[in-house]
Structure formats: C-alpha cells, structure tokens
C-alpha cells in the first residue's frame, strides 16, 4: 500500500516547521489531525520517521531518505492549486524569497508588478542571499533575488542580473566626509552581516584584494542588527546605500562612499527551473527581467 499525497504533505510540513503544532497552524488543519496522519503514516511505512529534540524533531534515517519525495509531492500540490485558481481566475500567489539588503529597492518592484498583473498574491521572504537561494533549490520557493555566488549556483536554476547598489560605510563619526580611501577600515570595528549575506561577501573579497584589513571585526547577524549597532556607535558597517537612507535622513547615521571602482551589491533574480515555475511566477520573472533590461537603479 502506498502513502497518500496528504500524509507525505503533513511529514514535509511538520519537518519545516519543526512541530506538530506549527504545522498544524501552517495547514489551518488541526493538530490531532497532524498527529493522526503522521501514525498513519509511519505505521503504513513501518518506519518511524523522526524523534522530538530540543531543536524541534530529529529525522531517523528513514525520515531522511523519504524527505526529499515529501517535499517535491507537498510542492507540486502547491503549483497544481496555484495553476487551478489562476485558471478560474482567483489571484495566484508567488513566493519569493529576497535577501534583506536587497529588501528597500525589490519589494516596491515586486508590488508594482503584481499591482499591474492583477491576478497574483505575493509571499515575500526576507533572509541572507544564500538561505534565498537555498530555498529556490529546496523548491520552498519560486523566485529568489539575492547577491549569487556563482559556484553556488544549481545549474537548472535561472538567474539574470536585475539591479545594483553601492556598498557605503556606515557609520557615526563626524570627521569622515562623503567620501574615503578603503584604508580607512584600518583603524575600526566592522560589524558583519551573518556569513550568508552576499553583501558581506561582495565587501570582503574587495577589501581582500585591496589587502585592507579591519581593526576588529565582529559578526552581528543581520543587516537590521548591524545597523541598529552602527546607530548606537557600537562601529562600522559596510552595507547597500538604499537600505541605509531613512537611517540616514533621520540623522541616525553617517553614511561614506569608499573610493574603489567596484563595491557594489549586484542583486539577480534567480528562478527555479523553468518546468518547476508557475505561470504566475514566469509572469514575475519576465516582468522584473523586462525591468532590468530598462536600466533601472543601474550604477
């Protein structure tokens, strides 16, 4: 006997969000009915699939291999319920997942285009550039626009350079005008995005090349987290212009171009395969392409 699509939906569910209780809410189903599927299921199987954790659930050995299976039957019933409201003309919704710094000049993007098509439903999820492309692959979402690593990249997934921003010092000190030389790290405490963030990784590998090194460097986490440390004077953070202004024209803090050719944040849209893309998600695709193509926020 073979297990139901509905029972390998609830065991790919219940492993993203990591209980019973989450995967309830995300399916607005009830948790003993959660529970139920999953007994079915591993009894079905004769496997049992995972274990609770202090992390959440731990997968056995066969929950692992039988995961990746889940998961593509729980994504394919996605874009087979998205391919049917759009056919009886209910809005579709598109998940796409967006670096944060990428946050400020994507999302008035992707608003205005599904503003203009009329017929889609945005699911936005912010995160580092490498958990968005992470979640293209994994099939979590459709669409991803982050700084790509190309040796990072799958090669079935689509990617296009969609728009840039200049990587600024930010910063509190008076002294410094709009503009220095990279050496002026030297003497300061840079605060690091997490290690996933493609800003970061664009900023280190110039100042590796200029063999420019920090003072101190210290790892905060997210672009939000560096930001709010910068502000209360705690250091330095390299980060994109855009998603420093209103800090910025608030007073809050300082902003300083530094004076290489080539600090830029290049953002590209990055699209699963193109037997995996709902008709709505191609929609988006071709319309952020057409957008970039026209030159928008270009350096």
Known sequence: MLASADQLVVFARVVEAGSVTDAARALNITQPAVSSRLRNLQSLLGEQLYVPSRRGIEL?????????????VAHAMERASHAFAGAIGLPARVAVAVSEAAVP????????????DGAIELDLVPCDGRTAIAQVVAGEVELAIAVA??????????????????????HRDPLLGTSAPLTTLESRTVLWQARGSGVRLTAERVLESAGVWPARTLEVGSTLGVL??????????????TYVETHERAGLVRVTSLTTSDLYARFELIAAPPERLSPAARRVFDSLQADASAGERRP
């Open 60 to 72: 056995t050995a066969a929950g692992a291999a039988l995961l990746p299976y889940a998961r593509a």
């Open 105 to 116: 000049l994507a999302v008035p993007q992707l608003v205005r285009v599904a503003i203009d």
């Open 149 to 170: 690593e190309p040796d990072r990249l799958d090669h079935d997934l689509r990617h296009r350079p969609l728009l840039a921003d200049e990587i600024v010092l930010v």
């Open 228 to 241: 709010s440390a910068v502000a209360a004077g705690l250091g330095v953070g390299l980060l994109a212009r």
